[in-house]
């Protein structure tokens, strides 16, 4: 559905993108990542025909945005960080302005924005005037904006920016449930919206683009072995004597809490997955298991590895 090659974009001698090149497949939730200042927005605006690309190319469904700007930009829907709402009027008021500036059909504005008022949850809030909404219905005020031309193609730039943990959570479903029947990129700095919601990750830095991939692949290229997580309800001295004896694995630490228990991390460079094997050491040993576990990088620890110089 969008496929970017070679991009490069210019601000005089500054390389706000620098040759990245990716694909983003129909019906696919693609989380773009990166610091501030690292390309995304401009990117972005690259592929919704604000900006011109310097060198490189964009296509959207097969078409190039450099001779084809008018038709890209009716197949995309455009959320971008600070969304521009006109505050004076009604949300229903709204809806129907950008669907006429969109080009729908004057006969199927009311079924549109009513669709757009189920999916985004506004049936409550049609008739009144922007300017007194939350942060979190105006979101969803631009995210209807957003679709009301109904677009194969949503992007969204930082679009739980400002709102709370409960509007968090509201907007992150609401996109997961758009991303069944749409290509989407989202651009979040909120991680964790990225790793229940994204079918796969890109990461920019300093214009550069390094790293592609879901993610759990992410996760697990960037573990190193394995830190393991062992607690069983008995003094620690037995489990030592046993544990010493098995290639291959550090004991990295132990902490002794209440109900007798004593928890290990166990870490070690080894590919097999030593849970099972710590499982039936403490049935045959007769050791109450209170805990075990397996710790891997997760995408926090991804993103700084790969944009902290």
Not at 179 to 191: A, F, N, P, Y
Request: some cysteine.
């Amino acid at each position: 559905m969008i496929e970017v090659d070679g991009l490069v974009k210019r601000y005089g001698s500054e390389r706000a993108v620098d040759d990245i090149s990716f694909q983003v497949q129909t019906g696919e939730v693609l989380g773009f990542l990166g610091p501030n200042g690292a390309g995304k927005t401009t990117t972005m605006k690259v592929i919704t025909c604000y900006l011109p690309p310097s060198e490189g190319t964009v296509w959207v469904d097969g078409l190039d945005v450099r001779t084809h700007s008018l038709d890209v930009k009716r197949k995309i829907g455009y959320l971008p960080e600070n969304t521009p709402l006109y505050q004076e009027m009604t949300v229903y008021d709204y809806l129907t302005f950008v669907a006429a500036m969109r080009g729908v059909d004057s006969t199927q504005h009311a079924s549109r924005i009513a669709e757009m008022a189920d999916v985004c949850g506004l049936e409550t809030v049609l008739g009144k005037r922007i300017e007194a909404l939350s942060k979190g219905f105006r979101q969803r005020v631009g995210l209807a904006q957003a679709m009301i031309h109904d677009p194969p193609i949503l992007i969204l730039d930082e679009p739980t920016t400002g709102l709370d943990p409960n509007q968090i959570v509201e907007i992150r479903e609401l996109i997961k449930k758009i991303g069944k029947e749409k290509t989407v990129i989202l651009s979040t700095h909120i991680l964790s919206e990225v790793q229940l919601s994204c079918d796969r990750v890109l990461i920019i830095h300093k214009g550069k683009l390094v790293a592609d991939g879901t993610p759990k692949d992410l996760q697990e290229s960037f573990s190193s072995g394995q830190q393991i997580r062992f607690g069983v309800q008995t003094p620690p001295d037995p489990v030592l004597s046993v544990l010493s004896g098995w290639n291959g694995i550090q004991i990295k630490e132990t902490v002794r809490t209440g109900d007798a228990e004593t928890l290990f991390t166990i870490t070690t460079e080894r590919k097999d997955d030593l849970r099972p094997e710590l499982f039936r050491l403490a049935v045959d040993e007769g050791w109450v298991l209170t805990e075990l576990g397996r710790d891997q990088a997760n995408l926090e620890d991804v993103f700084r590895h790969l944009t902290t110089d």
